[in-house]
């Protein structure tokens, strides 16, 4: 005969079952805010991307408006040190 501390009462058993069934019933809470979060952060990472197309476009736009400023400051200086030049000879 087994000792008595190898048997499980009905009353135990029952705890049990409780405990398991919280324990599912929080698994699937868990489950269920997990898939929450993760649709969130599919939505931060195309936010994310959409931002860090805007700031492609904004930095092509400064460094064109840079190319125009630097071509027209040249061109500004070439036609002041002509004009200078011109009525120092």
Known sequence: MSPA?????RGELSV????????????????ASVGVQDGKLNQILINQAAS?????????IKHWIGWVLAVSTSSAVVTIASHVSGHLS
């Open 16 to 31: 049990v079952q409780k405990d398991v069934k919280n324990l599912e019933t929080q698994m699937v809470e868990v489950k």
């Open 5 to 9: 501390g190898d048997f499980i009462t």
């Open 52 to 60: 860090d197309a805007k700031l492609d476009k904004v930095g092509s």
